[in-house]
């Protein structure tokens, strides 16, 4: 021991039992470089060396039961941490299976790296066992995909597409690694996390378009701030809620930007578009000017263009210079930061918009066209009163995931969200499926004293129900909430109100009971309204509740608000049977 | 119906007068028409590795951006190439070309290029062999020549404005042309102003 000689060989000794530095082990080294503490995944052939080489690092992995599950529960991680969520998968169908998810990201610009095994260089083009062109099936809805051919470079390349979806306009990244490139070893080590040097994010805005806007805010006897998802994606939630309350303007959010603006302050509109509130929608509507930021004027939130705001000088901030204009023309377009050009505009203002009229006429408009719905003694469960009794029952923290349907668009409107991060669901793509994968990641991501409770339709909760075994496995502390209508209720509704005619039902119940084969979960009907207690029993682990409303109790209700596009205010309303009253209501 | 909704009804409430065009912009819709396409030549610097052309065309395809030409090729550094498109598009079309393709990482710079800047085509058009002669001097009228000469066939290079090669192939359709390869469109900007 005290013999240098001796010494030498037991570092020797040492260093053979670590492995030796490959392709693969520069792939977690990168990850690492990026503080990366998490990942989800599947493992398979072609990524084993990225898996052998991740076990023998601190990286936790999270062995989901599907590969979109994987996606869903690092875009989820993504979104409630603001940081990268990381998905792994095997070449071939471990890749297809996580498209969906890398789509939602691209459609949301949620931070997503995927990385992907891949069959070795010499086999690629060849059909070979589980071969798939990733990069070519990935190409239209990544940020950026990467073929990764060379061990050295490898690690270098995962940095870059992690620095890629975090950095800018965020968005999914995808490396590709093929089996001989993560094998090979190599005595490169990654450096930190570092984007293109072409790559290139706008910050401040043009500071002469920031005057122009700054005089037709102030000029404005209308205003209206329209707070889009990159309020949230880029941190500007205090500076926003700052500027509307210091100048006295009423703030409309986008789906996305849930949470930007607290649903309980005065100003707020709370939700435009399809799926919105009656108010926020007139608010759009009759604005002179819109102060929006961070939205990309999504369909779902304008309507026919030709009468989305048609009054309004529009003021458009965006990182991303190609939403400027694209559709909604921007009479001011502001490119950069959405907390650094508030905080220019703000520099800028030197009067507060003489706006009370307009205040008191969008007060007026929320008490005549409020958000409620009726719920008579002899209905068993209203979903509604399921989302306002949870809210209560929990703290103002609490994350709140959701599927698509109409469970998720209850969800949104009838919680009060006060938080940003807070609100995670799948909004441009529409993905059913997403809440209980996503609350798995939100868990993962999410502060220890957070609740997180996901809101689940039937048909969204089967279509990756399997992910509960995950939960149980990990012991992750998620209630899911089942809004069962035993229908895939929202294109139910869209087909009853277009096509007047019923689609089908699901068929299959969801029971929480059937569900017990995952065990260690704990399941329950509620029949009835002793719901508040529902949620907090002081145990933890999963929990699987799901509230039996009356079936097919609900049509679209409200007028269709446009010409032409199909945006209809979603107002429940108690079915009373009419000309297609059978088909509708029909047990 | 109204549920509790005490507000007018929807044909009771006021309406705004003003409109938006389908690009979205405020139009006074008695005056105003659609905006008319134009023809625009865009010029792309992107880095030379494989995938980008694929990217582009992809690009092009997905967001259904009218493209009349896409002609690709290496520039005097190596790292670099050179695509140079040719769109028909509204001017907000044309916009949205350059801000998309300038999103995508491998592409450096973009540009539009001035309605004077230089255009070039090329063309082959291979013709039937009986009257060379004349092919020979049809193809000197528009500054081509011949390249190869058969028993059968004669063969004639054109280089260009697509207007001028259109013309040319008009004129040697009276020799019965057999084939014609073209390629797309190749500019630079005129004098010392940089391309791109």
Redesign the interface.
């Known amino acids: 021991m005290s013999e240098p000689a001796h010494a030498v060989s037991r570092d020797e000794e040492e260093s053979t039992d670590d492995q030796p530095t490959t392709g693969a082990s520069s792939v977690i080294a990168a990850l690492e470089n990026a503080s990366v503490e998490i990942v989800f995944g599947i493992q398979g052939g072609a990524i084993m060396p990225v898996y052998d080489a991740l076990y023998h690092s601190d990286v936790r992995h999270v062995t989901m039961a599907h590969e979109q599950g994987a996606a869903h529960a690092a875009d989820a991680f993504g979104i409630v941490s603001g940081r990268p969520g990381v998905c792994m998968a095997t070449s071939g169908p471990g890749a297809t299976n996580l498209v969906t998810g890398i789509a939602d990201a691209n459609m949301d610009s949620d931070p997503l790296v995927a990385l992907t095994g891949q069959v070795p260089t010499a086999f690629v083009g060849n059909d070979a066992f589980q071969e798939t062109d990733t990069?070519?099936v990935t190409?239209?809805i990544t940020?950026?995909n990467y073929?990764a051919d060379d061990a050295d470079t490898v690690g270098d390349t995962v940095g870059e597409a992690f620095a890629?979806a975090e950095g800018g306009r965020q968005g999914p990244t995808l490396v590709d690694l093929p089996k001989d490139v993560t094998q090979t070893e190599t005595d490169h080590e990654p450096g930190m996390p570092t984007p293109?040097e072409?790559?290139e994010v706008p910050d401040e805005a043009d500071p002469e378009t920031v005057e122009a806007a700054t005089r037709a805010l102030e000029g404005a006897e209308k205003p209206v701030i329209l707070a889009g998802g990159g309020v949230i994606k880029g941190n500007a939630s205090e500076e926003l809620r700052a500027f509307a309350t210091a100048y006295e303007i009423p703030v409309v959010t986008t789906m996305p930007a849930i949470g930007s603006f607290p649903e309980d302050h005065d100003l707020a509109m709370e939700i435009a578009g399809m799926h919105g509130t009656?108010y926020a929608n007139?608010a759009v509507?009759?604005c002179d000017v819109m102060f929006a930021i961070g939205t990309r004027?999504d369909d779902r939130l304008?309507g026919g263009?030709?009468?989305?705001a048609?009054?309004a000088e529009v003021i458009h901030v965006d990182i991303?210079?190609?939403e400027?204009?694209?559709?909604?023309?921007a009479d001011y377009p502001l490119v950069g930061d959405a907390k650094t050009v508030i905080d220019q505009v703000d520099q800028a203002m030197t009067a507060t918009p003489d706006a009370a009229a307009w205040r008191e006429q969008c007060h007026?408009?929320k008490?005549?066209?409020?958000m409620?719905y009726?719920a008579p003694d002899d209905e068993p469960l209203k979903p509604q009163f399921v989302v306002e009794a949870v809210d209560e029952a929990t703290d103002d923290d609490t994350i709140v995931t959701t599927g698509v349907g109409q469970h998720q668009m209850w969800a949104m409107q009838y919680w009060t969200y006060t938080k940003p991060r807070t609100w995670v669901s799948s909004h441009g793509l529409g993905t059913m499926g997403y809440g209980l994968p996503a609350a798995i990641g939100a868990r993962l991501a999410a502060d220890d004293d957070q609740s997180v409770v996901c809101f689940d339709g039937d048909g969204s909760f089967l279509m990756t129900g399997q992910e509960l075994s995950v939960a149980v496995r990990e012991e992750l502390d998620i209630t899911v909430f089942v809004l069962n209508n035993a229908a895939i209720g929202m294109v139910r509704q869209g087909a009853g109100c277009l096509l007047r005619r019923a689609a089908d039902g699901l068929g299959v119940p969801v029971d929480p009971r059937v569900r017990h084969a995952s065990r260690g979960l704990r399941g329950a009907r509620l029949p009835a309204r002793n719901l508040r207690s529902g949620s907090r029993d002081g145990r933890s682990g999963p929990r699987l509740r799901r509230a039996v409303g009356r079936r097919r109790v609900y049509r679209p209700?409200?007028?269709?608000?446009s010409d032409g596009a199909e945006r209809r205010r979603q107002?429940p309303?108690r079915h009373e049977p009419g000309p297609h009253g059978g088909a509708l209501n029909g047990r | 119906m109204s549920q509790g909704l005490t507000g007018p009804s929807p044909n009771e409430r006021p309406k705004p007068e003003g409109r938006r065009n389908s690009q979205g912009i405020r139009i006074d819709p008695e005056i105003e028409a659609e905006p008319k396409a134009r023809r625009a030549v865009v010029s792309a610097l992107v880095k030379h590795q494989p995938g980008v052309l694929a990217e582009v065309s992809a690009l092009f395809s997905r967001r259904q951006f009218n493209i009349e030409s896409l002609t690709v090729g290496a520039t005097y550094d190596d790292d670099y190439a050179r695509i140079t498109l040719v769109v028909e598009e509204p001017d907000p079309g044309i916009e949205q070309v350059e801000k998309q393709l300038e999103k995508l990482i491998p592409v450096i710079a973009v540009d539009e290029l001035e309605p004077d800047a230089i255009r070039r085509e090329i063309a082959l058009v291979k013709v039937e062999g009986d009257e060379p002669e004349a092919v020979h001097a049809v193809a000197e009228m528009y500054g081509g020549k011949v390249v190869d000469a058969s028993e059968e066939t004669v063969t004639v290079e054109l280089t260009g404005s697509q207007q001028k090669i259109e013309a040319a192939i008009d004129t040697f359709d009276r020799f019965a042309i057999r084939e014609i390869a073209r390629a797309g469109t190749v500019a630079l900007e005129r004098g010392a102003e940089a391309t791109g």
């Open positions: 990069i070519g190409m239209p940020k950026a073929f890629l293109p072409s790559y009656g007139m509507t009759h004027f304008t263009v030709e009468t989305f048609p009054d991303d210079p190609a400027i204009s694209k559709n909604i023309h007026a408009w008490d005549e066209y409020p409620d009726q209700g409200g007028e269709r608000v107002r309303v």
